[in-house]
């Protein structure tokens, strides 16, 4: 007998939902992962479950719209549409894990800005951290608040509410939610002894010119980051 399709891509996402669950990314039924099948099928967590405990079995397959093939049991995650928007901009990325860390969350509860280059792991990886504007989840909002930021961002926070990291596969996903929570962990940190204080432009640049180095791609929202927002504006920064 053939090997079940998207067998791999099912103990995938499993694998990384119960990591979510054990890191604290999520709890109860929180969070949602999906991972873009040939044919721009999709295969999801389903509404309602603890992903702490999620089987492969429980995965739901849908069509590019989110309607569930024939024979699935369970039904897709309410914020399921948040996924599709992402995909639907953005053809190279093939999962997206949405969790609501802690952190992260806070700083947007609290209205204080992550957008600061502090960590060259971050600027390399991520760029800039992007707040969406508060959305009511589970609607069309979320949509509308995510669609202009997603063609250029691999990690977004969601006001007062979670974050979404987007990959190249399910692993490349969690990487970036976990870098993200990360950024936020080291700024509260900075906050609780006396203040952040930004990488300077001149370095944020160099890192830019190097980042191929490290076998990256320069982060599509690069320009963003050396702005006065995000760090500190070298006098000569503009040569
Ligand atoms: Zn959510």
């Known amino acids: 007998m053939s090997v079940p399709e998207g067998r791999r891509e099912r103990q995938e996402l499993v694998e990384v939902a119960h990591l979510c669950y054990q890191r604290r990314y999520i709890c109860g039924t929180e969070g949602n992962f999906s991972i873009r099948l040939e044919d721009d ?124 990291a987007l990959g190249k596969d399910i692993w490349d996903a969690y990487y970036k939610l976990e870098t993200l929570e990360h950024h936020a962990e080291t700024m509260l940190v900075a906050h609780m002894l006396g203040g952040v204080k930004p990488l300077r432009s001149s370095q944020v640049k160099k890192l830019l010119d190097i980042v191929g180095v490290y076998g990256l791609q320069k982060p599509a929202n690069a320009d963003s980051l050396l702005s006065a927002r995000a760090c500190v504006v070298d006098e000569d920064s503009s040569s």
Request: net charge negative.
């Open 41 to 164: 099928r999709i295969l999801t967590t389903p509404s309602g479950s603890c992903k702490g405990r999620l089987r492969e079995s429980d995965l739901v397959v849908t069509d590019g719209h989110g309607v569930p093939e024939p024979g699935q049991s369970g039904r897709p995650s309410t914020e399921l549409e948040m996924h599709l928007t992402v995909y639907k901009h953005r053809p190279d990325v093939k999962a997206v894990v949405h969790c609501h860390p802690t952190v992260a969350v806070g700083f947007t509860v609290a209205g204080v800005d992550l957008g600061k280059c502090v960590l060259p792991e971050v600027v390399c990886t991520l760029g800039t951290v992007a707040v969406a504007p508060y959305a009511t989840p589970s609607t069309e909002e979320v949509s509308e608040s995510i669609s202009q930021l997603v063609t250029r961002y691999d990690a977004i926070v969601l006001d007062h509410h979670g974050a979404l």
